[in-house]
């Protein structure tokens, strides 16, 4: 039986990751994980917090829907809250969900609106007196982005209502999506262009739609759907959800054709299998039925949770699964050089798609499977998009193969790789010389808070190193006007700009140079009490792992880190060919812990500084033994407030965090040096 404090920390753990997965979700359209994992995330912390009710908090993702909006885009207050719907998982659930809602509403049998579960972006449309004035995302059920513009472009959404009868107000929501015909075609287009494909059509609605440029909506194939109503003034609407979705519909409005009324909740599952039969000849895709009570008064008694409508629920539909074989595991090295396990399957139908790979992950992954060459598995599609391996059929696993273990040397570059205490992945530690990651380090390298090479952005590394121009970030500095004039987009000007910046930054910091080096767990800060601490390179790349566990803040997994990182032979070459490309920096003076009056100290910067930039503030702070941290934390010391300061000065006055004025600063530093 956990305890209570380790059921506190499982909790925060969940709160911690579905935050990160709602951030990658709705924030950035680029999901990490299965709809199905994100699922059972949140039903495990939906469980404990109803086992736990004390440990229930306003900020708990069981609170509210989404994540914040995208700071490109207007803000859009939502009068009636955009809510998300509970999910069920097994008829079962189902069951339960009318028992619950009959006895509320004291009755036998409830009718209900039911309808497929669209697998797009909500969006709510505003129309007054007719028009359409205003389209938002859902955001955080509250707050989402103003797309008005964008939606403007969608041939299935009316900018004028038809008809006479429709409210002053009406607004209007559903889903906006990408049937499967659409995104085969606009993906094909990328694919032809060289441009990342999208992942699925739900991301690739979700990403059309998001973009600054109205022109570029208007090229994607977008349609959509509505499915209810919010805020309504001066108006009469039918008694019934089905009555207004069809009064929707004769103002103009796209329904789906699919929806229906049944009785009870036999009548729910009844459609349930008869649209899920139906699923794979639809043109869009759905993941699910949505049921709702379809009587609005009924819906007023029933209310709400803090959530979702307890008058609704989605019955989603289970992950699809196939068994096959494993031919072979090959392994990855992906671009920050973490090595990833993928296995090479006997091709399979699953989900409408031929898989023939699925990613195993990491060690921990393969071990707890116990996967081996030579398998047969379970393959399911996990929230019908990426392929994953559920379980062996260790029945019909012949003879004794070998277990597989992740290479101890990378399978691209030979580096040794390494895999730290806490850390899931296995990295190669080869950075500055490992082929699977050269744009990435290169990008980092020449990137503002390392060596800061002006002009030399992305798309021109991409350039430097397709062209096989550049091999090692040294390589940058052997550059000549004439190779680079033979890129393209880059004329004798730009050339010569490119090179002056390079010739720019071998005038550096030791501090800088350290962090430029791209060392697993070597962040700016420690590469700067690094700098502080050891004074030279040649010092640094001696230290052994206690040495550098004596360094203030640096523990035994970043110390293994740096000692593994200049071990390797190709590392320290390119280094030495970057200090013979004349890369140099001031001496720096080890001080003692006398000298660092602000050592332990963190401060955050936030606002406009008018006696230096915020960078040279950054720099004194850190020379005096400071930390400088990008968030405010309880324990933040202080926070210095320039000019319009963000949202920190207001949560350093929440947690009761001493502010700075830019003076009160200038007087600090002025004491402390």
């Known amino acids: 039986m956990p305890s209570h404090e380790q059921i506190r920390d499982r909790i925060a753990q969940l709160r911690d990751e579905i935050n990160y ?48 909006p995208l700071e490109s885009f207007a803000e859009v207050k939502h009068r009636i809250p955009m809510l998300s719907l509970g999910n069920a998982f097994s008829d079962e659930e189902v069951l339960d969900f009318d028992r619950r809602a009959r006895e509320r509403l004291g009755v036998d049998v409830i009718e209900y609106a039911v309808e497929p579960k669209l697998d797009g972006l909500a969006i709510s449309l505003r129309y007054e007196e007719g028009v359409l004035v205003q389209a938002g995302t859902r955001g955080d059920g509250t707050t989402g982005e103003d797309v008005t513009l964008n939606v403007r472009t969608i041939e299935t959404i009316p900018l004028r209502l038809v008809g006479h009868d429709y409210p002053t107000v009406l607004e209007v929501r559903g889903e906006i999506i990408m049937d499967r015909a659409g995104f085969e075609k606009l993906n094909q287009s990328r694919r032809e262009q060289g441009e990342k494909e ?64 049944v009785k009870g909740v036999q009548g729910c599952l009844e459609y349930y299998r008869w649209i899920q039969d139906k699923r794979a000849a639809l043109a869009y895709e759905i993941d699910g039925v949505v049921y709702k009570v379809d009587k609005i008064a009924q819906q007023e008694q029933l209310g709400f949770v803090a959530r979702a409508p307890r008058w609704a629920i989605a019955h989603k539909f289970p992950a ?14 992906g671009r920050t050089g973490a090595l990833t396990p993928v296995a090479r399957l006997k091709p399979v139908f699953v989900g409408g798609v031929t898989v023939s790979n699925a990613t195993l992950h990491n060690q921990d992954e393969i071990n707890r499977l116990d996967v081996r060459v030579g398998d047969t598995v379970i393959v399911r599609r996990a929230g019908d998009v990426i392929p994953q391996i559920v379980s062996v059929v260790k029945s019909r696993r ?55 090479i002006e002009g030399l952005g992305d798309k021109l590394v991409e350039q430097l190193v397709d062209n096989k121009l550049v091999n090692d970030p040294a390589d940058l500095y052997a550059l000549t006007e004439a190779q680079l004039c033979g890129l393209e987009r880059m004329a004798e000007k730009s050339a ?19 962090y430029a080096l791209g060392i697993h767990n070597v962040g700016e800060t420690t590469a700067q009490t690094l700098a502080q601490h050891f004074g030279s390179l040649d010092a640094l790349m001696a230290a052994d792992e206690e040495s550098l566990q004596a360094v203030p803040d640096i523990g035994p997994i970043v110390a293994r880190s740096i000692v593994t990182f200049f071990a390797q032979p190709h590392n320290r ?28 100290k963190t401060f955050v910067l936030t606002g406009t500084l008018t006696r230096m930039t915020r960078n040279e503030a950054k720099a004194a702070l850190q020379a005096l033994g400071a930390k400088v ?45």
Not at 591 to 598: Q, W, Y
């Open 21 to 68: 997965h709602n951030y990658r979700y709705y924030i950035l359209d680029d999901p990490e994980i299965s709809d199905s994992e994100y699922d059972r995330l949140l039903r495990e912390l939906q469980d404990l917090e109803q086992q736990y009710p004390e440990l229930i908090t306003p900020d708990s993702p069981t609170q509210r829907v989404g994540a914040t």
């Open 198 to 261: 999208f992942v699925n059509p739900r991301n690739a609605a979700a990403g059309s739609l998001r973009q600054l440029d109205p022109r570029i909506t208007a090229s994607r194939p977008l349609s959509f759907f509505s499915y209810g109503i919010g805020e309504v003034t001066e108006a009469r609407l039918p008694d019934r959800h089905s009555a207004i979705i069809k009064k929707l519909q004769s103002w103009g409005l796209r329904i789906n054709p699919e929806s229906r009324v």
């Open 320 to 333: 699809q699964e196939e068994m096959t074989e494993i031919e072979a595991i090959d392994v990855q090295v």
């Open 398 to 452: 012949k003879g004794r193969p070998r277990k597989f273990k992740i290479p101890a040397h990378c399978p691209v570059c030979g580096s040794a790789t390494e895999r730290l205490e806490g850390d899931a992945k296995t990295f190669c530690t080869g950075g500055l010389f490992c082929e699977a990651q050269r744009k990435e380090m290169i990008k980092h390298f020449a990137s503002r808070r390392a060596m800061d």
């Open 496 to 514: 010569q700009n490119i090179l002056a910046a390079l010739d720019k930054s071998k005038d550096t910091s030791l501090a800088r140079f350290i």
């Open 573 to 600: 070459e390119v280094i030495e060919k970057l200090l013979a490309a004349g890369l140099h920096w001031p001496d720096v003076e080890v001080k003692s812990a006398h000298e660092l009056p602000l050592k332990g």
């Open 629 to 673: 941290s990008g968030s405010v934390s309880k324990k933040t010391d202080y926070v210095v407030v320039g000019e319009n300061p963000g949202s920190k000065a207001a949560k350093a006055e929440q947690l009761g965090v001493e502010v700075l004025t830019e003076s009160m600063l200038a007087q600090l530093l002025g004491k402390s040096a």
